[in-house]
């Protein structure tokens, strides 16, 4: 019997990209170590909107297949690429301890796929377990190539919560009627910001509210009195979104696959590459009520759709003529409900953050505008007679033509330096204010810069919001690690006055920057190898908001970067 339930769950894993999964059968039999999965990226014709175009996916499946693991699993999956673009992939939240050749980001780790090619990703969820996802990471493929990787505990280890009847993937994301790799390239040309989404997804349905889409609703069937767990995550390109079903709480009990203290909320928001698991009881009257989707609009540079997605969260016995109960979603800039639910975030346990620290690095994060070079400008400067970018410590980055791992491992110089600087180059009034009395100096330097730490370093970074351009806030995800979130505030920071949680802060992999404000992070440099810590909002990384850690090796091979895979693509 249970080599029966370990087939049935490896082809439920392979075929299903949304699937309603009963834990206790799950949970209780399963004892497969290592998960094999094939991934074609392929071109399919979708009609929506009622539009047909063509869209990059992953086994002609929008959002792409799930992957389900159980924590300390070996998961390997072939990637074979059959378009005519470039394709890495990302397992977001996957900490990749000495398996940093299989992280994914273009021309950091690997170089990408090329067309034709295939690469195998081979890796281990050593002590990981929850809600992660996996995504495209080069060009703008992610808006269109991602799927969700569900890690459940060891056999016969329960969650820290009673167990719901059912679980539920959301993914949240946007779509495009125009080819995206199109509407990249002509958003850098323009030096400007990019257009808004044609309309926001769940599970890639758009819902009721958009041209043609009436029956394009992505809906839950559930039982009154029964809890559900609800695995949410954020697959957008460019918009964060508030999430929220009509006339019920959310209990929060996950967040970015960290287990939390219950915390209880109408609403959530989500920045892209963020993710939270969370408990609904179906405890309303029998009816139809609407989950919705609405966008976060903490600042003013990029568009925003201001139509709201929508999902049915039905009750069973419902009438079929049965009208949604409305959801209510915040203010489109509402920073308190943000600021609300992050104040509720605690790790479920004490943790005790290490209060002795060894690399101290402050980072202003935020946009620029660079001076027009252009013979064009109407065409090619369209931000403030500029062109828009971003930068952190006022450092653009540029990717190279090689991956920087493999030119740090093999020591091919020329195409990175080692010389991110500690803090900016002026401090000044960060958030009201620009470097320079008018006209304001936006300028930005230029560079792959990288920023070395040695093994087993205790680092602590303060991530500064800069109102440059424009304050909002920014998703900012590190690869190869998670970090505890210690403290975040509005304005400057401030060491005398900031407020520091090293108890029970909650364990991030992406944390939101608050509009105009700051947050403080800790974790420990102990996985070697090339990590990128970026925005996770798309037109940013595009404008250069990121950069490069380098942790060098320790002592033997438990704390030494393997050599590269024999298939590792070629740039």
Known sequence: MANLVILFMLWLSMTCTICNVKLM??????????????????????????????????????????????????????????????????????????????????YITQCPI????????????????????????????????????????????????????????????????????????????????????????????PGPNYNCSINDI???DVIPGKT????????????????????????????????????????????????LNVLVSANQSVGKYSMAV????????????NISAIASFNY????PDSLYVAAKLPKLDDKLAVKTVMDGLRSLNQVNVFKEIDKNLF?????????????????????????????????????????????????IKGSYTEDFPDAPPKFYDFVNGAPNKIPYDTQALNGTRTKVLEYGSRVQLILQNTGTVNTEN????????????IGYGTGNYNPQTAQFNLVDPPYMNTIGVPVGGWAAIRFVADNPGVWYMHCHIEIHQSWGLGMVFIVNNGKGANESLPPPPSDLPQC
């Open 474 to 485: 920014h998703p900012i995800h590190i690869h190869g690690y998670s970090f505890y979130v």
């Open 114 to 205: 090329q067309a034709g090619q295939s690469f195998t990703y081979n890796f281990s969820m050593v002590k990981q377990k929850g809600t992660f996802f996996w995504h495209a990471h080069v060009s703008w493929l992610r808006g269109t190539v991602y799927g969700a990787m569900i890690v459940y505990p060891k056999t016969r280890v329960p969650y820290p919560f009673k167990s719901p009847y059912q679980e539920n993937i959301i993914i949240l994301g946007e779509y495009w009627l125009q080819d995206l790799q199109q509407i990249e390239h002509a958003t850098l040309a323009s030096g400007g910001a990019p257009p808004k989404a044609d309309a926001y997804t769940i599970n890639g349905h």
């Open 228 to 275: 559900y767990l609800l695995r949410l995550i954020n697959a957008g390109l460019n918009t964060e979104n508030f999430f929220s079903i009509a006339k019920h709480k959310l209990t929060i009990i996950e967040a970015d696959a960290e287990y939390t203290k219950p915390f209880t909320t109408d609403t959530v928001m989500l920045g892209p590459g963020q993710t």
């Open 218 to 220: 992505y809906q839950i």
């Open 316 to 319: 069973m016995g419902a009438a």
């Open 25 to 106: 059968a799950y949970g209780s039999t399963r004892r497969v170590s290592t998960r094999f999965y094939d991934f074609k990226v392929q071109t399919k014709r979708v009609t929506k909107l009622c539009n047909s175009n063509d869209i990059v996916t992953v086994n002609g499946m929008l959002p792409g297949p799930a992957i389900y693991a159980q924590e300390d699993d070996r998961i390997i999956v072939k990637v074979t690429n059959k378009t005519p673009f470039n394709v890495t992939i990302h397992w977001h939240g996957v900490r990749q301890r000495l398996s940093c050749w299989y992280d994914g980001p273009s």
């Open 363 to 411: 980072i202003t994060i935020g946009l620029n505008v660079q001076k027009c070079h252009s013979k064009t400008p109407k065409q090619n400067c369209q931000a403030m007679n500029g062109v828009l970018a971003a930068s952190m410590n006022n450092i653009s980055f540029i990717h190279p033509n090689i991956s920087i791992l493999e030119a740090y491992y093999k020591k």
């Open 294 to 305: 609405a966008p976060y609009k903490s600042g003013k540079i990029v568009n925003y759709q």
